[in-house]
């Protein structure tokens, strides 16, 4: 059975560096596709980053060039490195994979999520 | 970046009727689109991806069509549990990009 860990968010200062981290079980993470999605308070989802099978990686504007997609594949486990962290980057991060083999589309597999408050 | 729009933004709606959701994106995606449920304080949950394919575990009475710009999402006899905000998602561009929700509440 596929589950998505996430761990990593905390309150943290304006112009702080943090990293989320998303442990996978029952599937390997570096064989599927995996985002970040994040939520901010009282608001919808909001795609983050992706990073593909092959190490392609693809970031929403608000965070490009300020975060950073990665993982680890002895660890099975997924990293977003957030850096120069706004106010606006307040919000609950998720970890998500594709769907189950013989579906389309990505967000199939979600995780519990992780709060990153950034405020002073 | 491609617009998705969803309306009504919320509406109420009795246990046992049908309900309907609207998405429009501002561009052509194929099918490359899906629903989404959320329920308070939980992650999102897919329902329907591909347009219209039912994620398994999925009860039948969701319902998914459309392609292109146009989509629908039908509620065919509204439990106790579907009580929750509808989210639709395009993944045919960069950014993805999702609509800005539909709460379903109990009249």
């Known amino acids: 059975e596929v589950h998505l860990v996430e761990s990593g968010g905390t309150l943290i200062q304006p112009g702080g560096s943090l990293r989320l981290s998303c442990a996978g079980s029952g599937f390997t993470v570096s064989s599927t596709y995996m985002s970040w999605v994040r939520q901010a308070p009282g608001k919808g989802p909001e795609w983050v980053s992706v990073i593909y099978s092959g190490g392609s990686t693809y970031y929403a504007d608000s965070v490009k060039g300020r975060f950073t997609i990665s993982r680890d594949n002895p660890k099975n486990t997924l990293y977003l490195q957030m850096s120069n962290l706004r106010p606006e980057d307040t919000a609950v991060y998720y970890c998500?994979?594709?769907?189950?083999?013989?579906?389309?589309?990505?967000?199939?597999?979600w995780g519990q999520g992780t709060l990153v408050t950034v405020s002073s | 970046d491609i617009q998705m729009t969803q309306s009504p933004s919320s509406l109420s709606a009795s246990v046992g009727d049908r309900v309907t959701i609207t998405c429009r994106a501002s561009?052509?995606?194929?099918?490359?689109f899906s629903w989404f449920q959320q329920k308070l304080g939980k992650a999102p949950k897919r329902l329907i991806y591909a347009a219209s394919s039912l994620q398994s575990g999925v009860p039948s009475r969701f319902s998914g069509s459309g392609s292109g710009t146009d989509f629908t999402l039908t509620i065919n006899g509204l439990q106790p549990e579907d009580f929750a905000t509808y989210y639709c998602?395009?993944?045919?561009?960069?950014?993805?990009?999702f609509g800005q929700g539909t709460k379903v509440e109990i009249k």
């Open positions: 998500t994979r594709e769907g189950q083999m013989g579906t389309i589309g990505p967000f199939g597999y």
């Open positions: 998602l395009q993944h045919n561009n960069y950014p993805w990009t």
């Open positions: 561009q052509g995606i194929r099918n490359n």
